[in-house]
């Protein structure tokens, strides 16, 4: 039973124009969502979160964006360079006690950024 | 440098053996977490300890041990090796208060 899906394998965005990363979760007790960049042979690196609280997070060129009421949140970058080419992983957490907290991820998706 | 550091990198070895696999952090998180990143790109949590003591087991086979010795360190000695536990194995962890949590290398490990 995956919590944490996206359903996009692989997207490919020109350098410069918006790349739009999407996730839909089913577990409505999720209250905090992040993105994680991963290059290869590298461990996940965080990018940028959000709390259930928020419909929106910006950061320089990324910004996240929440639906709770669709279950879906959404990564853009704009605008998008070359060094953004990587594996981007939602994640969703609820709750933190102690230690008990954990992430479910979705499944990734290859972000290629072409000049 | 202050970071997540395992090793192994990389792990190659036949169906039967015992093998361990270490994570070390120096952040000074209390959490440290084992993951696993399958074949079908899944990462999925194994295990989580707080402090030293065991708060997470997400119904990994007890072929699987997970030891603390202190909470810098979280290591995952693994038994009689199968084919289907290769894959790649990331330690994380996190400070308290926080959702973030901060990934090591991962350690591909290939069972043959």
């Known amino acids: 039973d995956q919590q944490v899906k996206q359903n996009s394998p692989s997207l490919s965005v020109q350098e410069g124009r918006i790349s739009i990363l999407n996730c839909d979760y089913t577990?409505?007790?999720?209250?905090?969502f992040l993105w994680y960049k991963k290059y290869p042979a590298e461990g996940p690196t965080f990018l940028i979160s959000?709390?259930?609280?928020?419909d929106k997070n910006e950061d320089g060129r990324f910004t996240v964006f929440l639906n709770k009421s669709a279950k879906h949140l959404s990564l853009h970058i704009v605008p998008s360079q070359p060094g953004d080419s990587a594996v981007y992983f939602c994640?969703?957490?609820?709750?933190?006690?102690?230690?008990?907290?954990?992430?479910?991820f979705g499944q990734g998706t290859r972000l290629t950024i072409n000049p | 440098d202050t970071a997540v550091s395992q090793t192994p990198k990389y792990l190659v070895t036949q169906m039967g053996n015992d093998k361990s696999i270490k994570c070390e952090q120096n952040?000074?998180?209390?959490?440290m977490y084992w993951y696993k990143q399958d074949s079908k790109k899944f990462l999925k949590i194994m295990f989580s300890?707080?402090?030293?003591?065991?708060?997470i087991n997400e119904t990994v086979p007890n072929r699987f041990s997970p030891k603390s010795p202190d909470k810098a360190h979280l290591n995952l000695h693994i038994n009689s090796l199968e084919l289907g536990d290769s894959a790649v194995y990331f330690c994380?962890?996190?400070?308290?208060?926080?959702?973030?949590?901060?990934f090591g290398p991962g350690t591909r490990l290939t069972v043959t």
């Open positions: 994380a962890s996190r400070p308290a208060g926080s959702y973030e949590q901060y």
């Open positions: 577990n409505s007790m999720f209250d905090y």
């Open positions: 959000i709390s259930s609280i928020k």
């Open positions: 994640a969703a957490s609820r709750g933190i006690i102690q230690g008990a907290q954990k992430l479910v």
């Open positions: 952040l000074g998180h209390d959490t």
């Open positions: 300890y707080n402090n030293k003591e065991l708060i």
